[in-house]
């Protein structure tokens, strides 16, 4: 048996669940920040603004996620409790919330607006719940704060229906302890179909920026995750599991509304989206609602602008017909003839992550079955790989993969009319530095 057949039986290749495949197949997640930072212009506030301070004057929860829903978002996530231990629903846990705010007279329940909203437009809620609380006077005792944090868990993850997410958010944590065992216990518990993102027995992972870019290789087998934003610490996994990557970025510099703050250019969120979606891995764009409890006009503008680019470009895909004609080598045939300045590749993944490079080439534009141009190479494919390149027009394109086992689930091409893909300025170091 040769070394590469032994590779491709070998178990050790990790293999993703269904709920972690479905997961991947949303691409595009919508991130709300809003808290009492909100009303005081702060992305980190120390614990002591005053509850009554969150006052959203015409908060629309519907309003927010069918801004996320037409920007062809499929789930939210919202932070119900930040660093400021600020709770947006009526906890039993802490007056530190919602309840003693003027905001519905303090009646309210933020996440269950969220949520009744996300079941209205069919598209999926996850939470974030910081374990890295500012507020709490239990936190300096970690067996008291532990008891806290689950009994908060447990009201998110049993009042609001099914979860797609639990955010752990790292920030803040570096070199603090918390009870993970009972913490995951409870998870599976209560929401066994949620992912869990980064900390604990984490599902999915951060890709290592706040950016919202991956690089390439995106790897989904991995032993250790970054932890945050701010340090080097890093998340010991004990071995390669399947783990893959959820990039996150705001729409605006900060993950919280201010006044003086502005949306990125649809050239920037274009970028962001060939470098994340268009690179396998989920995008968790944040959009922060404002003071008035509502997405800005701006932000939902600009969203609008964003997916009507999204849209011209990639809305219209022409699938081929894929075959495996040889060992590594496949090739997608279309019924006639197609111009194309996009190609668009899925890898089969149930088996697990297995492409580590690929090339793509056209063949037969010269009329006579011979090879060329060259329309892409790279490494990773995964959940999905959109390569950009001059305008070519084939009815026969020819794909060779390396890695064993390494095969193909579809393959898409597009006429975008351009394959310009925007630069921008700060291209932040990618997630595997080789
Ligand atoms: C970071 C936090 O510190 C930021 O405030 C924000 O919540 C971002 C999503 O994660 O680690």
Redesign the pocket.
Known sequence: MTASKLIAHSPSVPRPTDAQLAWQGLELGV?F?IGVNTFAGR??SDGTLPAESFAPTRLDAAQWVRTAAEAGARYVVL?AK??DGFCLWPTATTDYSVASSPWRDGRGDLVAEVAAACREQGIGLGL?L?PWDRHAPEYPDPAAYDALYLAQLRELCTNYGELVEL?F????SAGRSYDWESIMALTAELQPGAMVFNMGTPTIRWIGN?DGLAGDPVRYAVDSASL???TDAVIDLGAARYVPPEA?V?IRQG??WAADDEPKSVDHLLAIYYRSVGMGANL?L?VPPDTRGLIDDADVTRLREWRAELDRRFASPVPGELSQIADGVWEVVFEAPVTFDHLDLAEYLNDGQRVSAHRAVAVGTSGDGAEGPVLAEGRTIGHRRIHAHPPVTTHRIRIELTGAGARLAGVQVHHAGTHEVPEIAYLAPTDEPE
Do not use: V
């Open positions: 991130f920040h992305e980190w932070t930040h660093h974030y910081s955010w958010d790292g920030a803040g706040e945050d934003n701010y996150d705001s993950w919280f968790l944040n």
